[in-house]
């Protein structure tokens, strides 16, 4: 079987890394915005420094990125003219609710996305809206703690009912939080959490993920509640783990590593948590902080198909002394098999395929690829020209692959969104340098350039792919 006939193709965005505009339309300070570039970055990143304002010296990529905000139309247009079939974005929660905590939102939040909506509907694409993509309004976080505190699932409850009532009819697709596995690293960004000294991280890191859980399972409930049309998904940061060596030790480290990632999905998608956590919470005399009626939620509200990144598969080793990742977040061991990007990621088509069977046989749910690419330096030729072949063979591998886990393996897929169709800031650098776009935007490191749009090679190329829906891949 090929790709469906309405398989949804398409790219993906985050508010935090394309908006800008972060003190226009009423919208309050986010955790995302204090997030420096830098060599300080990841301690800001991973709750290891306090950063809970703008400090003298630093510099924000958040705040302005790439102007989305004033420049959606356009970039909208680029999209439709590349033929997507849908357009991944996310909710900046503090456009909605300022504060986080108000009885009510923002108007012209509200406004903002009902008009970004409804130009995608004008060209025929279907918005996929991750509601919280590492976002998190600062007063909650400097006033409740952020996820630590089971407040916030109630402020969650509230953003996403406004969402599903004001946005019903318009969107179909949603996703809960982005890649929420990622809170057990980037813990600033994935939870609004800072550490306090001499606090028990593995409590705080599992209450924060049981919070969220909750919450997820709410946004399912209520989505569903609101309209049955809804399609309500879990957002994993994948890529599986392979074992070092066909060493047991290495097999079995390498199935741990899995299990910290599944752990949030075995809960969003099977509905209770799973007999390895449980046992792992007991040896860290952790008891998950359940209120009444949380099971039987989270039980009744799973997810009704799987999302999920890839960008690179992993290695671990049952020796620990292998295991001397840098801290970031795609630490692991070093595939001796695989050519790296320039910022070290390694490059696995083939990867894909398995973590995608990985995943269908683990849950057997519908499957949504909603991130996948290659950062890259991009240097425009002398007329200004950029010829990003390297970007090119990336995705063709990638989509090969992805093409043959649903035709040789049976495996049931939605869409596929590549990452930053756009040029967008990091995530992991707040860079501007590490490019994924089909369509470029001058802007550099330091926030110079004129955010003029233009289109790479790699524009027609897509174009293309997605005409022939994936059948031509020259
Ligand atoms: P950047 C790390 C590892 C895997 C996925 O990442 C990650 C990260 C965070 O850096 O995040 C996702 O921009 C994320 C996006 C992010 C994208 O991967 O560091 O959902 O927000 O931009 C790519 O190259």
Same mark, same amino acid.
């Given at each position: %079987?090929?790709?469906?006939?309405?398989?949804?193709?398409?790219?993906?965005?985050?508010?935090?890394?394309?908006?800008?505009?972060?003190?226009?339309?009423?919208?309050?300070?986010?955790?995302?915005?204090?997030?420096? &570039?830098?060599?300080?970055? @990841?301690?800001?990143?991973?709750?290891?420094?306090? #950063?809970?304002?703008?400090?003298?010296?630093?510099?924000?990529?958040?705040?302005?990125?790439?102007?989305?905000? &004033?420049?959606?139309?356009?970039?909208?247009?680029?999209?439709?003219?590349?033929?997507?079939?849908?357009?991944? #974005?996310?909710?900046?929660?503090?456009?909605?609710?300022?504060?986080?905590?108000?009885?009510?939102?923002?108007?012209?939040?509200?406004?903002?996305?009902?008009?970004?909506?409804?130009?995608?509907?004008?060209?025929?694409?279907?918005?996929?809206?991750? /509601?919280?993509?590492?976002?998190?309004? #600062?007063?909650?976080?400097?006033?409740?703690?952020? @996820?630590?505190?089971?407040?916030?699932?109630?402020?969650?409850?509230?953003?996403?009912?406004?969402?599903?009532?004001?946005?019903?009819?318009?969107?179909?697709?949603?996703?809960?939080?982005?890649?929420?596995?990622?809170?057990?690293?980037?813990? +600033?960004?994935?939870?609004?959490?800072?550490?306090?000294?001499?606090?028990?991280?593995?409590?705080?890191?599992?209450?924060?993920?049981?919070?969220?859980?909750?919450?997820?399972?709410?946004?399912?409930?209520?989505?569903?509640?609101?309209?049955?049309? *809804?399609?309500?998904?879990?957002?994993?940061?994948?890529?599986?783990?392979?074992?070092?060596?066909?060493?047991?030790?290495?097999?079995?480290?390498?199935?741990?590593?899995?299990?910290?990632?599944?752990?949030?999905?075995?809960?969003?998608?099977?509905?209770?948590?799973?007999?390895?956590? !449980?046992?792992?919470?007991?040896?860290?005399?952790?008891? /998950?902080?359940?209120?009444?009626?949380?099971?039987?939620?989270?039980?009744?509200?799973?997810?009704?198909?799987?999302? +999920?990144?890839?960008?690179?598969?992993?290695?671990?080793?049952?020796?620990?002394?292998?295991?001397?990742?840098?801290?970031?977040? #795609?630490?692991?061991?070093?595939?001796?098999?695989?050519?790296?990007?320039? @910022?070290?990621?390694?490059?696995?088509?083939?990867?894909?395929?398995?973590? %995608?069977?990985? !995943?269908?046989?683990?849950?057997?749910?519908?499957?949504?690829?909603?991130?996948?690419?290659?950062?890259?330096?991009?240097?425009?030729?002398?007329?200004?020209?950029?010829?990003?072949?390297?970007?090119?063979?990336?995705?063709?591998?990638?989509?090969?692959? %992805?093409?043959?886990?649903?035709? $040789?393996?049976?495996?049931?897929?939605?869409?596929?969104?590549?990452?930053?169709?756009?040029?967008?800031?990091?995530?992991?650098?707040?860079?501007?340098?590490?490019?994924?776009?089909?369509?470029?935007?001058?802007?550099?490191? $330091?926030?110079?350039?004129?955010?003029?749009?233009?289109?790479?090679?790699?524009?027609?190329?897509?174009?293309?792919?997605?005409?022939? *829906?994936?059948?031509?891949?020259?």
């Amino acid at each position: %079987m090929p790709l469906r006939k309405d398989f949804l193709w398409g790219g993906a965005t985050a508010a935090n890394q394309c908006e800008g505009a972060f003190d226009e339309g009423g919208r309050g300070l986010a955790n995302v915005d204090v997030i420096p &570039h830098g060599p300080e970055r @990841w301690a800001v990143v991973s709750g290891n420094r306090r #950063m809970f304002d703008f400090e003298d010296g630093y510099y924000y990529p958040a705040k302005q990125a790439i102007d989305f905000y &004033h420049h959606y139309k356009e970039d909208i247009q680029l999209f439709a003219e590349m033929g997507f079939k849908t357009y991944r #974005m996310s909710i900046a929660w503090s456009r909605i609710y300022p504060q986080g905590d108000e009885e009510q939102p923002n108007e012209e939040g509200l406004r903002f996305y009902e008009d970004v909506f409804k130009e995608c509907r004008k060209a025929g694409i279907e918005p996929l809206v991750t /509601i919280t993509h590492f976002d998190c309004p #600062m007063h909650l976080i400097t006033a409740y703690g952020g @996820w630590r505190n089971r407040k916030l699932v109630e402020f969650y409850k509230r953003l996403v009912t406004t969402l599903f009532t004001r946005y019903k009819g318009l969107v179909h697709y949603w996703l809960t939080f982005n890649e929420i596995n990622v809170l057990l690293h980037g813990s +600033f960004m994935g939870a609004g959490i800072c550490f306090e000294e001499g606090e028990d991280r593995f409590r705080t890191l599992y209450t924060a993920a049981h919070h969220e859980l909750i919450a997820s399972a709410w946004a399912v409930k209520i989505g569903h509640e609101i309209d049955p049309e *809804n399609k309500i998904g879990c957002m994993l940061a994948a890529g599986s783990y392979y074992p070092y060596s066909c060493k047991p030790e290495d097999v079995f480290a390498a199935q741990r590593e899995n299990h910290k990632n599944y752990f949030f999905i075995d809960v969003q998608s099977r509905g209770t948590y799973p007999g390895y956590a !449980l046992k792992e919470f007991e040896r860290n005399h952790f008891e /998950i902080p359940f209120e009444e009626g949380d099971q039987a939620l989270l039980k009744e509200n799973t997810v009704d198909f799987i999302s +999920f990144s890839y960008y690179s598969s992993r290695v671990a080793s049952g020796d620990p002394a292998q295991n001397d990742g840098e801290g970031n977040m #795609m630490k692991g061991v070093k595939n001796p098999y695989l050519e790296a990007s320039q @910022w070290g990621w390694q490059i696995d088509p083939l990867g894909l395929r398995i973590t %995608m069977n990985d !995943l269908y046989d683990r849950y057997q749910k519908p499957l949504f690829i909603v991130e996948n690419g290659l950062g890259a330096v991009d240097i425009p030729d002398e007329n200004g020209e950029i010829d990003d072949d390297y970007r090119i063979a990336y995705l063709r591998a990638h989509i090969q692959a %992805m093409k043959e886990a649903v035709e $040789q393996d049976g495996i049931e897929l939605l869409g596929y969104t590549t990452w930053g169709p756009i040029d967008l800031v990091s995530a992991g650098t707040g860079e501007m340098s590490k490019r994924y776009g089909f369509i470029y935007v001058d802007r550099d490191d $330091q926030g110079q350039g004129t955010l003029k749009r233009s289109k790479k090679k790699s524009f027609d190329w897509y174009k293309k792919v997605i005409a022939s *829906n994936g059948e031509d891949l020259d």
